[in-house]
């Protein structure tokens, strides 16, 4: 595998990591705030979807023709950020779909070095290549990625990339019950 095929293949599984955080849970769950600022499972889903969108469509002169009214100038501050009432999880996920093949497309269609701009960065650093934007692209998956990893936690206790993932130490939940309690103990003593 080449430089962008080893990027690319590492975008496809964050994406796949991200969608994996919804199985199994209710709308509820998967909409609900669990952070003071908001931060919820099907909006991390919709940012990187939109993001994604914009990074591989307006970056390199390949919009992509879908309309993304939360990103629009006068839209509510952070609305990529949460689904509403009316925006299924089925939506969200399409756009997450939709958004992948799109990016998908660019990354097959040119090289590496392939030139770009990011009209919404500042002038001195706005010209980027494709290279630059995969770099960039998945260490936002993975930062997102991350959020999803403790909010999962957070409502169900399902940790890791899947189940059962060899990551992860085995421990019964005692265990990590005994676990955390050495950890509080130490914190409380430092």
Request: aromatic share 6%; with cysteine; net charge negative.
């Amino acid at each position: 595998m080449d430089e962008k095929e080893t990027l690319h293949h590492y975008l496809r599984v964050r994406r796949d990591n991200l969608l994996g955080k919804l199985d199994g849970l209710s709308e509820y769950d998967v909409r609900r705030p669990l952070t003071p600022t908001g931060t919820n499972l099907l909006g991390l889903v919709k940012h990187v979807a939109s993001v994604e969108v914009d990074y591989f469509g307006v970056v390199f002169g390949r919009p992509s023709g879908r309309h993304l009214p939360w990103l629009d100038d006068g839209a509510a501050p952070d609305s990529d950020m949460w689904a509403t009432a009316d925006e299924s999880r089925a939506d969200i996920i399409e756009l997450h779909h939709f958004a992948a093949a799109h990016s998908d497309a660019t990354i097959e269609a040119l090289p590496a070095d392939a030139p770009g701009a990011v009209p919404w960065w500042p002038e001195e650093r706005r010209n980027v290549t494709l290279h630059q934007i995969l770099v960039h692209m998945v260490a936002e998956r993975a930062h997102h990625l991350g959020h999803a990893d403790i909010l999962r936690e957070l409502i169900d206790g399902r940790a890791g990339q899947r189940p059962g993932d060899p990551n992860l130490t085995r421990r019964s939940p005692e265990e990590w019950a005994a676990h955390c309690a050495v950890i509080e103990t130490a914190a409380r003593q430092a």
